[in-house]
């Protein structure tokens, strides 16, 4: 499980995080898959494309897992 730093940040939204993560090439292709309901988190499928991720929760797609701290 990958670990993710907020640095000093409330939150940051699931499209981005994706992005800055790797997981998505793009911005149009991290919308492309939470809208195809590939992502989850805290293991529930989020379709909501700016979801704010705030510390403490896990975002996942098929294996991978990243935890969000503060």
Known sequence: ????HLDG???IE??????IEG???SGAMAK???ADGLVQVD?????RKRCKI???KVV???????KVQE
Request: glycine share 8%; hydrophobic share 45%; net charge negative.
């Open 32 to 34: 492309s898959m939470i």
């Open 23 to 25: 997981w998505a090439e």
């Open 14 to 19: 699931l499209c981005d995080l994706l992005k």
């Open 60 to 66: 996942s797609m098929g294996s991978e897992q990243i």
């Open 9 to 11: 940040h409330p939150h």
């Open 1 to 4: 499980m990958d670990i993710f």
């Open 54 to 56: 705030v510390a403490g």
């Open 43 to 47: 293991g529930v499928v989020e379709t």
